[in-house]
Structure formats: structure tokens, C-alpha cells
DNA sequence: TTGCCGACATACCGATGAGTATGTAACCTC
DNA sequence: GAGGTTACATACTCATCGGTATGTCGGCAA
């Protein structure tokens, strides 16, 4: 009867289903979820409503599909990165330039996704979405855990500064997620400007984080 | 006829609005300003609607109050250390330790401001609300540069890497700032619990900023 | 004591917007 | 080429919520 019961973009419309999650981040990503009327998606679409429910069966999971895309996203970019080789310092370096990168290329979805489940949707729609609330949220912590093991090592090895890894790890993401507040990308936007914002906040963040040499 | 045009706490039911004022932000920090419905404020408060809208005109200006309290208690204390006597790197970190402090003392204020004049608002009632908006703007503005002077001082004074004042400032407030994503007071929280995790960002971000010792 | 006013509560209105029911044109299949 | 299905658009319903209009009650001044 319907495409999937599931927000998987299985098969059926994948590419449309793509099309409206895009355009649905550009909304989301400027006034939030619950200022963002379907009408508003669909004009942005250059369509209407029916469109979009004909795909989706709620707001809520049409922004749900929004967090899926951008850790689905992350999760295959970063993963490899810390499972490959060098120290836990080189791996850390990378992963952090990759998240740094991935987050202004692809603005709009992972401003949504790092915004995260705003507190209205766990209180109001948990029960009926209980299973994607539960996958998103796991999604989330198995993201963070990969940084937090690969800091997690490099204490081990003496090279980061001696913290509580589940510590130590907010304030790393923080210098870097933080850019989803205060970047606004302009016309125009050249990238060797994204690729000296990402290289500035992994030096930021890789610093606060390495041991310091004054002993 | 009515109370104060403005948003000041000017004179009568300055106390009253205060009350108004926590409890709004409260639910603010919860819900979002769109997802907030100001019947919800009143139950918090215990009251109903006709007790808000006796002191104030708008949600808009009673959200825009929240920041406006927000922004004054930072202002108020950070500035005097930025004024103060140390160096650069001494002031700073003084300056973060406090800030942090603020922010996990007064979570509900502090993480609506900080979360900041969310978009919905700028389009939406710009027109009706432009003076209380750009004052707000202002108050921003003028406390970030409270902190880019400081860093320009000690960057000029090579203490801190070497980078652009404006840029340095963002993941340095990102690492703090970032607190108010994760950061959930448990029941119970021990006043030593806060004060380790402001040391702790505090740290980070100095780290982060401060000239490497390796050569 | 009377009359006014501040401090609310109650009752109501109108707009917005999520979700649904229904239409409909193209396309695919046999 | 008839019947079904896909991919939408259109038209409507209904609940929510911001804001307003009005009522009420206690205190305070004359």
C-alpha cells in the first residue's frame, strides 16, 4: 500500500525521497523544527504537500530521515579513519579535519542532525516512533564512542592530556559542532575558506587536547 | 496604562516579571520558542495566561527578556576581569572559568541565550520588535569583543597561536558554549561536580589557544 | 464606604498548520 | 486499449495557540 514502513530509502522513490530530504534540511536547518511547516518544505520543493505526505507519513519522520542522512553519512566517512593506521593522535587529526569538512560541505543536513532531536519530539511523538527515536539515539552514541576510543588510546599512550575520556571528548566536538552556529557560508564561497575553517578547528581542538610540552 | 513599553524591568512588577522570566525560560530551554505555548508557561508558573500578558505584550518580547537577562549577568561579570589586572592569558582563562560557571549555575537562562535569537524570530517580527533585536544583537556583539580583545592582546603579546583574533574566539566558545548540548543536571548535582566541569572546559579551551611549547 | 486600579482569571476569536480524503493525469502492463 | 498503479495536486477538517476582551477581587486612597 504504501512505499515503506520504515524511513529507509529503500527502492521505491529513493531518489525523490533524496530530493525532499534536502530541501526539508534547508527548512529545518533555518527555523527548526517546529517553526518548519510541510507547506514551506513543499514551496521550496516548487510542489505542495501532497508530495511530500505522499512519500512521508509525518513531519516527524521526514525529519528523522534528515538526522539518518547525516549520520549515516559521518558514521561511513569517520569510521575507517579511526580503524586505520597511524597513532592516536594522527587518527584523532583526521577524523576531526573530516567531521570539520563534512559539516560545512554538507551544511544543511548535519546543522539539523547536530542541533539534534529537539527536546519537543522525544516528549511528544516518542511513543509512536519509539524504534526510529531508539536507532537515531544509537547512531548518535556509536559516533561519539568511536572518538571517544580513539581519545580513549591516546591517554593510554600519554599522548592527550589526562581526562576522563567521556569528558574530554565534549569539549573537542564542541569546538568544532559549534561552527554550525556561527557559520553563515556566503555567496561565493571559495574552498580553500572551508578547507582553512576545518584546518583552524582541528588545530583548536587537537590542541586542547594533546599533551602539553610544559612540564 | 500598561507597564513599561520597553522590555526593562523598570519599577512595578519587577519582581513578578523575574518570576515570569525563570519560568519562561524553563520551558524556552525545553520546548524551543516555536514549540513553546504560553498556556505551558503559565502552568509552570501556576497561573494562566492573563498573568504573562498582564506584564508583557508578546512572547517574542518575553523571550527576548530571557536573553536580554541572559546577556546582562555576563556582561556584568565577565567584563570586569577583561578590565582587570594579569596578562592576557591569565585574564582569559579567569574569564572562561566564569563564564562557564554562569552557564551551569543558570542553565535555563543561559542556554536560551546562548542558543541564541533562533531565525524564525528575525523573519518573522523583526519589523515590530527591530529595536529590542538590534539592542540584543548589540549585547552579543559587544561581549564576544570583550573576549576578541583579550585574545588579540595575547596573541599579540605571543602567548597565543597565531591566528585570526575573530576565528580563534569560535572554537573557544565552542568548547565551552558547547555545554549547553550535553550538559543535563542530574538530581543531586554537587556544586564540586559543576566546578570540575568548568575546570575542565576551561583548560581545553586555553589549551587550545595557547602557543604549543613544541618547536 | 465608596470608588478606583492593579493583578490577575476566564472566555472567546481567528489564524495557522498537520494530517486526510479525494481527484487526476501520466505511465506501465497485459 | 482497458485496467491498474504511481505520483502527485487540490480541497477540506480539526486541533492548537497567540492574542484580546471582559470579568472579578482585594487593597488603598479620599
Redesign the pocket.
Given at each position: 500500500m504504501d512505499i515503506d514502513s520504515s524511513s529507509l530509502k529503500t527502492g521505491?522513490?529513493s531518489e525523490?525521497r533524496d530530493e525532499i530530504v534536502r530541501a526539508a534540511a534547508e527548512v529545518f536547518m533555518e527555523f527548526g523544527f517546529a517553526a518548519?511547516?510541510?507547506?514551506a518544505v513543499?514551496e521550496r520543493l516548487g510542489?505542495?504537500?501532497?508530495?511530500i505526505?505522499?512519500y512521508y507519513?509525518?513531519?516527524?519522520e521526514l525529519y528523522f530521515d534528515v538526522q539518518i542522512a547525516a549520520m549515516e553519512r559521518l558514521l561511513r566517512e569517520i569510521e575507517p579513519i579511526a580503524r586505520g593506521e597511524g597513532n592516536a593522535a594522527e587518527r584523532l587529526e583526521a577524523m576531526a579535519l573530516r567531521h570539520t569538512t563534512i559539516l560545512l560541505e554538507d551544511l544543511p543536513i548535519q546543522k539539523v542532525a547536530v542541533r539534534g532531536l529537539e527536546r519537543e519530539l522525544l516528549g511528544a511523538v516518542a511513543a509512536r516512533h519509539a524504534k526510529t527515536l531508539r536507532s537515531i539515539v544509537r547512531m548518535r552514541d556509536d559516533y561519539e564512542q568511536i572518538f571517544a576510543e580513539v581519545i580513549d588510546d591516546g591517554i593510554r599512550a600519554g599522548l592527550f592530556a589526562d581526562l576522563p575520556p567521556r569528558l574530554a571528548t565534549k569539549p573537542f566536538f564542541g569546538a568544532m559542532n559549534w561552527l554550525t552556529v556561527w557559520y553563515a557560508p556566503r555567496r561565493l564561497q571559495k574552498p580553500e575558506d572551508i578547507a582553512e575553517i576545518a584546518r583552524t578547528l582541528t588545530e583548536f581542538a587537537m590542541r586542547g587536547i594533546l599533551k602539553g610540552a610544559q612540564p
Open positions: 521505491t522513490g525523490a518548519t511547516s510541510i507547506d513543499a510542489a505542495t504537500k501532497g508530495r505526505y505522499h507519513r509525518s513531519k516527524a
